[in-house]
């Protein structure tokens, strides 16, 4: 089956349609003197299958066949001449070009995976978290104001960072958008977005994503609706972060909450909270933009999504009785067991 696909696939559908008739016309005319008795015509299905094999053959350049084909039609050799020309034209130039192209369309491309190769190749980048500022009521880009410029001051000692951060800030391109799957889903239908200057162009074919983690995920969402988008996931540890400290007042629980807080945070609760959270946005931001086939896909895609993290992270958890040693601390051992 995968090998018919392969064949039929570099034609389209009325191209074939096209094909079929005379194809099929000159079958039947190898067969139509071969269908008085059963004997004879036993023989004309054979023909039939043999014609259909040296079409085929022929389509890709193979016409070893043409001999065998040249008995069974002998008082139409001209016809045979022309076909086989008609055959080298179509399969070794158009055909066999077609299938060629398909084939370097199916492969997937060397798409850059780290920052560098990113400025490198000068690929557009997009990005949609945003922060606001009071002071002029606007809204501007992370990405562009806080980290790129946090990560500069802090990198002082890595050159290749130092040089491809200015680069990075001017290939990036921030989206003016309160839903980033409403700006994956325009992507993905080849509509414009507005950017940050309020210009509205569609973004290119081929572009990169820095975004915060629950934006991403919305975005690429978003770009499924339409079309399947070939993904290429940074391979490198990430570079820009936000650093979000939890502030905890003295009391008299604060010799216990912060052991409690770290050891839940290493047993991979904290993430599951988190990614739960993401989750939940999403579906919320999504529910009301999008039809419910496309919301029950959405939906379910990420909640295994989710599933799959958590089970993957089960191997990296702490035991269950060092959570419950937590648990007792705060009393909550006989809630948890039941």
């Given at each position: 089956?995968?090998?018919?696909?392969?064949?039929?696939?570099?034609?389209?559908?009325y191209?074939?349609?096209?094909?079929?008739?005379?194809?099929?016309?000159f079958?039947?005319?190898s067969?139509?003197?071969?269908v008085?008795?059963?004997?004879?015509?036993?023989q004309?299905?054979e023909?039939?299958?043999?014609?259909?094999?040296?079409?085929?053959?022929?389509?890709?350049?193979?016409?070893?066949?043409?001999?065998?084909?040249?008995?069974?039609?002998?008082?139409?050799?001209?016809?045979?001449?022309?076909?086989?020309?008609?055959f080298?034209?179509?399969?070794t130039?158009?055909?066999?070009?077609?299938?060629?192209?398909?084939?370097?369309?199916?492969?997937?491309?060397?798409?850059?995976?780290?920052?560098?190769?990113?400025?490198?190749?000068?690929?557009?980048?997009?990005?949609?978290?945003?922060?606001?500022?009071?002071?002029?009521?606007?809204?501007?880009?992370?990405?562009?104001?806080?980290?790129?410029?946090d990560?500069?001051?802090?990198?002082?000692d890595?050159?290749?960072?130092?040089?491809?951060l200015?680069?990075?800030?001017a290939?990036?391109?921030?989206?003016?958008?309160?839903?980033?799957f409403l700006?994956?889903?325009?992507?993905?239908?080849?509509?414009?977005?507005?950017?940050?200057?309020?210009?509205?162009?569609?973004?290119?074919?081929?572009?990169?994503?820095?975004?915060?983690?629950?934006?991403?995920e919305?975005?690429?969402?978003?770009?499924?609706?339409?079309?399947?988008?070939y993904?290429?996931?940074?391979?490198?540890?990430?570079?820009?972060?936000?650093?979000?400290?939890?502030?905890?007042?003295?009391?008299?629980?604060?010799?216990?909450?912060?052991?409690?807080?770290?050891?839940?945070?290493?047993s991979?609760?904290?993430?599951?909270?988190?990614?739960?959270?993401?989750?939940?946005?999403?579906?919320?931001?999504?529910?009301?933009?999008?039809?419910?086939?496309?919301?029950?896909?959405?939906?379910?895609?990420?909640?295994?999504?989710?599933?799959?993290?958590?089970?993957?992270?089960?191997?990296?958890?702490v035991?269950i009785?060092?959570?419950?040693?937590?648990?007792?601390?705060?009393?909550?051992h006989?809630?948890?067991?039941t």
């Amino acid at each position: 089956m995968v090998g018919l696909q392969a064949l039929v696939m570099p034609l389209d559908f009325y191209t074939w349609n096209c094909l079929e008739v005379p194809l099929l016309s000159f079958v039947l005319l190898s067969v139509t003197n071969l269908v008085t008795d059963s004997k004879t015509r036993n023989q004309a299905t054979e023909h039939f299958i043999l014609t259909w094999q040296w079409i085929l053959s022929s389509l890709s350049g193979q016409y070893h066949g043409t001999s065998s084909v040249l008995r069974i039609v002998s008082h139409f050799p001209v016809i045979i001449v022309i076909f086989v020309l008609s055959f080298y034209l179509l399969g070794t130039v158009f055909y066999q070009g077609s299938m060629f192209s398909s084939l370097v369309a199916v492969i997937p491309p060397n798409l850059p995976s780290t920052l560098e190769q990113i400025v490198e190749s000068k690929l557009q980048v997009i990005t949609t978290s945003s922060v606001e500022l009071r002071e002029v009521n606007k809204f501007v880009s992370i990405l562009n104001h806080i980290m790129i410029d946090d990560v500069s001051r802090r990198a002082i000692d890595s050159l290749k960072l130092q040089r491809a951060l200015p680069k990075l800030k001017a290939l990036s391109k921030f989206v003016l958008t309160k839903a980033p799957f409403l700006s994956g889903t325009k992507i993905s239908a080849e509509h414009n977005v507005e950017f940050e200057d309020h210009s509205f162009n569609r973004v290119r074919d081929i572009f990169a994503i820095i975004d915060l983690e629950h934006h991403l995920e919305e975005m690429l969402a978003g770009l499924v609706v339409k079309r399947e988008p070939y993904v290429v996931r940074d391979s490198e540890p990430p570079v820009f972060y936000l650093d979000m400290p939890i502030h905890i007042t003295r009391g008299f629980m604060n010799s216990v909450i912060p052991p409690t807080i770290g050891q839940l945070a290493q047993s991979g609760l904290y993430k599951l909270w988190d990614d739960l959270d993401g989750i939940q946005k999403l579906i919320t931001n999504i529910k009301n933009i999008t039809s419910r086939v496309q919301y029950r896909r959405v939906v379910v895609e990420k909640l295994f999504g989710a599933r799959r993290e958590i089970v993957f992270d089960e191997s990296k958890q702490v035991s269950i009785f060092a959570l419950q040693a937590d648990c007792n601390a705060l009393g909550i051992h006989d809630y948890l067991l039941t």
